[in-house]
């Protein structure tokens, strides 16, 4: 893809995650290494449990690393910054605030004038599709409408990496396939770096430029697939026999490490 550079955007060094606990210390990450290219676009899929949130929440600054380095841009990455905007599952909008003051919340904090901050926040709104619904309140949308104010929230801080953690699971198939054309769109033509965990193979086809699988916990990179099908990834590109190849490679790599974990937690 042409938005793809080879300068490192986030390079994850050598990771190891404990949790201690009174009973049992829980390594989550051992060792984990992977270089994230400059506007490239990687899914990560894993067993559920494999530590692909906690991998996203060092990355994002939210919590240390108990062994290794995160670096953004060449920086340690020592806390949360501006450069990375992160979306979760669960929508995360503060639910007294408007669809407009939930998308100029960073802005505001920025101390970015009003002004100035409106007509963004508009303009992302717009982007999303939500223009209209800019007094509503999130407890009046839906799912779907939602997930799109974190991602316009998101987008109008500018950040140039962001991070996704299973970001459309809870909504509703069309919905879904909706938001991820949206974020296809926004990818290509505002070249961010996107890392995406998803547990579906055929989202992390439909979406990304490499595919990233991790081993049981303690997750480490199991294999790493450049996705190579051709754009736009349409129900053509689908049934292409290539298409069902990267498929079946991926199943047979996730469904191996989904035994282990079971496996693991029944003995
Ligand atoms: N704050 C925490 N304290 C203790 N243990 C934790 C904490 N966060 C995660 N863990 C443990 O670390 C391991 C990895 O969890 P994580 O949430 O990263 O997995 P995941 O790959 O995102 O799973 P899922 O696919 O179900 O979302 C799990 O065993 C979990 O119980
Ligand atoms: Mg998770």
């Excluded at 340690?76 to 905007?85: A, D, K």
């Excluded at 939602?146 to 950040?159: E, F, M």
């Excluded at 916990?217 to 053509?236: K, M, S, T, Y």
Aim: proline residues 4%; aromatic residues 6%; glycine residues 6%.
């Amino acid at each position: 893809m042409d938005t793809l550079t080879n300068k490192i955007k986030i390079s994850i060094q050598g990771v190891t995650k404990v949790f201690p606990s009174k009973r049992a210390d829980v390594m989550a990450l051992k060792n984990l290494s992977l270089d994230v290219m400059d506007g490239e676009f990687v899914v990560i899929v894993g067993a559920s449990g494999c530590g692909k949130t906690t991998l996203l929440n060092l990355v994002a600054g939210f919590d240390s690393a108990s062994q290794g380095q995160i670096l953004l841009d060449g920086q340690p990455v020592i806390g949360i910054t501006p450069e990375c905007g992160m979306i979760f599952q669960q929508y995360a909008l503060f639910p007294w605030k408007t669809v407009q003051d939930n998308v100029e919340f960073g802005l505001k904090m920025k101390r970015i004038p009003k002004a100035e901050r409106q007509e963004q926040a508009a303009r992302f709104i717009d982007m999303v599709g939500l223009k209209g619904f800019e007094k509503s309140f999130p407890h009046h949308l839906s799912g779907g409408m939602k997930q799109r104010v974190s991602i316009a929230r998101s987008l109008a801080n500018d950040p140039k990496v962001i991070l996704l953690d299973e970001p459309f699971a809870a909504l509703d198939a069309m919905t879904r396939q909706v938001l991820q054309e949206q974020l296809v769109r926004i990818y290509e033509k505002h070249q961010k770096t996107i890392i995406f965990i998803t547990h579906s193979i055929d989202e992390a086809l439909l979406l990304s430029t490499r595919i990233v699988v991790m081993t049981a916990r303690p997750g480490r990179i199991l294999q790493e697939i450049v996705n190579d099908l051709p754009h736009p990834r349409n129900a053509d590109v689908q049934l292409s026999d290539r298409y069902m190849e990267l498929k079946r490679m991926i199943w047979v790599s996730v469904q191996a490490e989904v035994m282990k974990s079971i496996e693991e937690e029944t003995v």
